[in-house]
C-alpha cells in the first residue's frame, strides 16, 4: 500500500462529506461530473466557519450524513462488492445486513474526521476522461492540502434508477472499495467463513490505520 503523509482519516472524512453536501435529489438530469462539481461547491459553503459547531454537535453532524447518503451513495451495491465471492452464498439477510452495517460504520468512523479536514481547494478536474459505458462514469478531482500537497481522487459512479450514484473513491491510487474487499476477505478466512461474527466486528477504520502505516499496494 502507498504511504500517505497527509492525515488519511481526515482525507477520507472530507471526502465522504463531498458526497454528503450533495443536496437530496440533486443526481437526477445531471451528468456525473456536474453530480462531483455541485458536491464539492455545496460542501465549501456548508462547512467553512461551522467547523467548532460540529465538533461540538457530533450527533448532529451524524445525522445529517445518515439521512443524506441514501441519496448519492449505492450501499447495497457498495456492499456486495465489498462481500467479493462471500456475496452469493450470503442469505438475503446478511447481505442487507452488512450493507446496513458498512454504512452506519463508515458514518460513524469519519464524522470525528470531517471537523480536523483541513484543506487549500477542492476541484473537479476540467478535463475528464470519456465514458466507456453509459451507465458507469468515473470524476478525477485534486485535493490541495493546507502545506500545498496534492492528492488525486476518482469518484467511480453508477446510474441507478435514473440517478448517478457513487460506488467507489480511488484516492492517492489507493482503492478504498478493493481494499475494504481484502478486509472482508481476511475477516471471513480469519473466522471460519462465520458470516454473522464478521458482520458484527465489521470496523472500516481497521482498513485506513493499515494505509495510513504505509506498504505496498
Known sequence: MKRVSFTFRSLLAGLVLVLFALPAAATSD?????????????LTAEIEGRRDYFA????????????SLDDIADFRYIGASVMGRYFQNATPQQRSRFADTFRKTLIDTYSKGLVTFDYRELRVLDNQQPQRHEDQANVDMEVVAADGQVYPVSYSLRLSSGEWRVVN???????????????????????????????????PELAVEELEGGGSA
Open 169 to 203: 473513491v480511488i484516492v492517492n491510487g489507493i482503492n478504498l472499495g478493493l481494499t475494504f474487499r481484502n478486509q472482508f476477505d481476511q475477516a471471513m478466512r480469519e473466522q471460519g467463513r462465520d458470516y454473522d461474527a464478521v458482520i458484527d466486528g465489521w470496523a
Open 30 to 42: 445531471r451528468t456525473p461530473e456536474q453530480v462531483i462539481r455541485l458536491s464539492v461547491e455545496t
Open 56 to 67: 461540538d454537535n457530533m450527533d448532529e453532524l451524524k445525522g445529517l450524513v445518515d439521512d
